[in-house]
């Protein structure tokens, strides 16, 4: 099964410091390397917070960063996992959920 | 992972310090902030870039133009070069993949695509970017090199060890023709992309660390590069326009970069080939030791000019050969040295005789016009539009 990881709110990265950050890459790279050893990696990338959001065709477009701050998504993986529950367990240990980030995790259609 | 985070910010921070001043330092410390949350959210996907510093730089750079929202793109310039991470020696193979990507049967336009993409590592997107073209395009040519690898059989016949040293003029070559498309190239309203000029400088640099890239022309060809980045701050006014040599600030001149250059310059005048490149880091070596325009010693120029012109009596530089004329015997001369040939399609070729037909009291209207007509760089145009 494909699995969505959606991770918002990852702006206390934004207050580390160097060598703290230092930490958490090394962290997170642990993080994404078991991902792809495990053969689980389908894709990924960060989101930068520029964008605009849109509630209808003709509505107000909101530009730059959404409104509620804490809440954009700052990046995205997709991943394969046998079910829920283990999909779930990959996501525990993504290494923003000790930053302030949340982990949203998504099954993706599979059309069957 | 071997990253040191803790130094890599502090060079980025000083960097930008010296750049931008230190007025404005919590934009600036911010901005650093930034780019460290944004290797931390891409770095483990994508890896670590080649140049961690240099990405920082520009990441950083980029927030704070974004930060004080001129608009503008933060370009890399080339005295970041200092950050960048210091340049390891190609190993014998990695040589001969260079000489494989300039190999004589492939064009030269296809041979600096491919150069990019399989030696210096960039993907056909920002290869695309830096010299404007479509990505298609420059996929294109990449196919077509390896097309025409196949048809040769060159592949399988990599160039013997033996072979390296005297082929290496075709990897000279294709470096200098990167760092002169950098160098002309517009990017966003800008006059140069400096990243293409590092890239050409950062390749020669490795390949001057093998054994077999050591040499007089090597080193010529890397103090041309030098003395073009020295030049380079003062190129480019406030508002991305272009300044001609006349009118350049030459305080601005970068003497670390001009430094560099005088040491490549000492280690090319041994061994008995005096290649195009010896006089054209001559040439550049005169314009970028001169105090002023007027105090350039054009006796020297129009000499290593024409050194130049048996080499290479190509029409770029013949018209670098009638301007020298021009100033150190009149106008007159070398408006006469520039109608001695017919260049139809080099814009430089009529904004030099408009140049000169202005200094002469001649009507200039024409020449100005075909030569914004026929450059490709936006910076130039409005430069030759407005004077």
């Known amino acids: 099964m494909k699995f969505m990881l959606l991770i918002r709110g990852e702006d206390k990265f934004r207050q580390l410091s160097p060598t703290e950050a230092e930490a958490v890459l090394e962290k997170y790279f642990a993080w994404a390397r078991r991902l792809r050893d495990e053969g689980r990696y389908l894709d990924g990338d960060a989101l930068t917070d520029k964008g605009v959001l849109l509630k209808s065709a003709e509505g107000m477009v909101t530009d730059g960063p959404l409104p509620e701050n804490k809440d954009i998504v700052g990046g995205y993986f997709t991943f394969t996992a046998e079910s829920m529950e283990e999909a779930v367990e990959v996501c525990r240990d993504c290494p923003s959920l000790s930053y302030g980030g949340s982990a949203e995790v998504r099954q993706i259609s599979l059309y069957e | ?387």
């Open chain 2, 1 to 387: 992972m071997n990253v040191d985070l803790a130094q890599l910010s502090r060079r980025t921070t000083a960097h930008l310090a010296r750049k931008f001043g230190a007025k404005n330092f919590d934009d600036l410390e911010d901005s650093v902030q930034d780019a460290i949350a944004a290797a931390l959210r891409t770095w483990p996907i994508h890896g670590v870039p080649d140049k961690p510093a240099a990405w920082l730089l520009k990441v950083a750079g980029n927030r704070l133009v974004d930060r004080w929202s001129s608009g503008a793109r933060y370009v890399l310039m080339p005295d970041a070069a200092l950050l960048l991470d210091e340049p390891e020696s190609f190993t014998d193979d990695e040589l001969k993949l260079l000489l494989l990507c300039c190999h004589p049967a492939i064009s030269e336009e296809d041979q600096i695509a491919f150069t990019l993409k399989t030696v210096a590592g960039l993907g056909n997107r920002q290869i695309a970017r830096a010299f404007l073209l479509e990505e298609a395009t420059v996929a294109q040519r990449i196919v077509r090199a390896k097309a025409r690898l196949r048809a040769e059989g060159a592949i399988v016949t990599l160039p013997h060890t033996s072979e390296l040293a005297e082929r290496m003029d075709a990897a000279h070559r294709v470096l200098y023709l990167i760092f002169s498309e950098g160098y002309s190239t517009t990017e966003g309203g800008m006059a140069t992309n400096a990243d293409m000029c590092l890239t050409a400088m950062s390749l020669l640099d490795s390949l001057m660390l093998n054994p077999f890239g050591e040499s007089p022309t090597s080193h010529a060809l890397a103090a041309l590069f030098c003395f073009s980045f020295a030049r380079l701050p003062a190129r480019i006014a406030e508002d991305g326009s272009l300044l001609t040599l006349e009118d350049q600030d030459r305080t601005q001149y970068d003497s670390g970069w001009r430094e560099r250059g005088l040491r490549h310059m000492s280690k090319c005048a041994t061994g008995r080939v005096a290649s195009v490149y010896h006089a054209l880091a001559a040439i550049s070596a005169e314009h970028t030791l001169a105090k002023s325009f007027s105090d350039t010693r054009w006796e020297r120029i129009v000499e290593f000019y024409e050194h130049l012109l048996l080499k290479e009596p190509s029409p770029v530089h013949r018209v670098g050969y009638a301007i020298a004329v021009a100033m150190l015997k009149g106008h007159a001369q070398g408006l006469r040295e520039l109608r001695s040939f017919a260049a139809p399609r080099l814009s430089s070729y009529f904004a030099a005789m408009a140049w000169m037909e202005e200094h002469l009291g001649l009507d200039a209207s024409e020449s100005k016009k075909l030569a914004a007509s026929l450059t490709k760089n936006e910076a130039e145009r409005k430069f030759l539009l407005s004077a």
